[in-house]
């Protein structure tokens, strides 16, 4: 009984860390919405259906399937603070308990891109994308929900 109790608290626990975990990024993301020059978008399940999609990835086929449950999108366009504002993002991506996926493009024209979120074997789940490009651009793109990858061939 004991055993039951604890393993029910710690399952409860867990929830509450992965909301607040959730929170914290929501946070950050309505805050660096309210400044100037930002375009933000947010779409949520009533507009999202199952994903299944098959996409090239430094010519390796890769198929993504799943629930997305809600999207975030935040774009800054050509800031002369495009540097700070990453680094600034970053963090706080990381201060709400997200993991950096290790993951590298061999070729890009990016200045800085990170994918976090919490890897479950080969299913992600709340997922962030975190990229400045040569022009200056910030995009942050925050995908809440259990997506799937595998390799095709």
Known sequence: MKKRAL???FSLLGSIVMAQDKSKLYDLIDN???????????????????VDLDFDLEEHMKNVSGDIHEI????FSRTDEAHKLVKKLDAGIAKAG???QDFELEESDLRFFRIYGNNKGKTFENVQILAHTEDNN???????GKL???NIR
């Open 7 to 9: 393993l029910l608290t």
């Open 32 to 50: 660096y919405s309210q400044r100037e020059g930002a375009f933000a978008l947010s779409l949520n399940r009533n507009m999202l259906d199952a």
């Open 72 to 75: 975030k999108l935040l774009v």
């Open 98 to 100: 997200f993991e950096r």
């Open 138 to 144: 910030v995009i942050m793109l925050a995908i809440n």
């Open 148 to 150: 799937k990858v595998k």
